[in-house]
């Protein structure tokens, strides 16, 4: 199978691991078929917006056929680079950074925070987690980087420090940056920014609970 070349939207990109999730799913249930519905009902989608975001891929299935389990999982692991370790760096210690360092990426998906940094002065700095990561001083960040493959950041650091440690970052080689600070970076358009706003999407969750209460 061959991916088209063309941009697709964002709202599809989103919803690319959860397709290969459900795949995982389907596989380890011995499920070899799976139609458009039952990929949609998995997720909570309708079946058209799964057939549409499949679409921007190529012939991935038949009509009438469903689409081949084994086959899906093999393709969005490979579209995701699911078959490679993805090394992570943190910068961050802070409440967010440590649930973080000890969330078990690697248990779902093929991603490892190997590293992480905080300002020189913090308690953490010169540690080493349960899991083996060591915690640098934000010092050596150029220094370890520069040493290292790790091409993926995870920026949990104050909103007034996110775009001057973004640009250490990039400054080192790193091409992804997922960032919980919520302010907008500037970074070249070679590197990759995701955002996770937490009070947003717990805002957007409270408007949908309110609509849902007026609505009864």
Do not use: C, W
């Amino acid at each position: 199978m061959e991916v088209r070349n063309q941009p697709i939207p964002r709202a599809t990109a989103k919803r690319l691991s959860l397709y290969y999730r459900i795949f995982k799913r389907f596989n380890t249930e011995k499920i070899e078929k799976a139609s458009s519905k039952q990929i949609a009902e998995a997720i909570g989608i309708d079946a058209a917006t799964v057939r549409r975001d499949f679409s921007y891929f190529g012939e991935l299935g038949r009509r009438g056929f469903g689409y081949d389990v084994k086959k899906l999982m093999t393709f969005f692991a490979d579209l995701l680079n699911d078959n490679n370790i993805t090394y992570v760096a943190l910068v961050g210690v802070g409440n967010m950074g440590k649930a973080l360092l000890h969330y078990r990426f690697e248990e779902r998906n093929k991603m490892k925070i190997v590293m992480a940094f905080d300002r020189d002065e913090h308690e953490a700095v010169g540690t080493t987690t349960d899991d083996g990561i060591p915690i640098y001083p934000i010092s050596q960040l150029q220094e370890k980087l520069s040493e290292s493959e790790v091409k993926t950041a995870i920026l949990t650091v104050p909103s007034v420090k996110a775009q001057e440690v973004a640009n250490q970052l990039v400054n080192t080689g790193i091409k992804g940056i997922l960032s919980f600070s919520p302010v907008n970076l500037s970074v070249p358009k070679d590197v990759v920014v995701q955002y996770v706003d937490l009070t947003s999407e717990l805002q957007t969750l409270l408007y949908f609970m309110n609509r849902s209460e007026k609505n009864k």
